[in-house]
């Protein structure tokens, strides 16, 4: 997979949570693909990656992303694997939440198959900077 068709996925995924919408998402994952959240949920295929979509969305949190900023994409075509960073921003079950992050993102020769994602602290300081 070249360097522009690994942006264009990575990006229409984000934008399907953007925009709610659970066909542009899942239509850049491999049937067989594994999200790893950041704070613990795993799902395992389509089917589940779908249901959680769909719940997170629909559900008694009724979840929406507000912002998924993309910041800085570094992508290895030997190993068909991106680091993106991003600032994430959600409204769910009420509250508003926001967070940086990035996430290894792994293809195969037409969609993606892994997404594991990490979260870092918005509020940064530098202890030693007196």
Known sequence: ???DTADALIGQYFQGWLQQDVALALSTLSLNVRIIE???PVY???DEV???FTDWHTGSGKGKVTRWDI???MYDETQKIAAVEWDFECISDGNL???LGASLVSFDDTKII???EYKMEKE???PYSH
Do not use: A, E, H, P
């Open 1 to 3: 997979m070249n360097r």
């Open 38 to 40: 950041c704070y613990g």
């Open 44 to 46: 395992d295929g389509i």
């Open 50 to 52: 779908r249901r959680w």
């Open 71 to 73: 910041f800085k994409v």
């Open 97 to 99: 939440g926001s967070f």
């Open 114 to 116: 892994s997404i594991q």
């Open 124 to 126: 940064q300081y530098r």
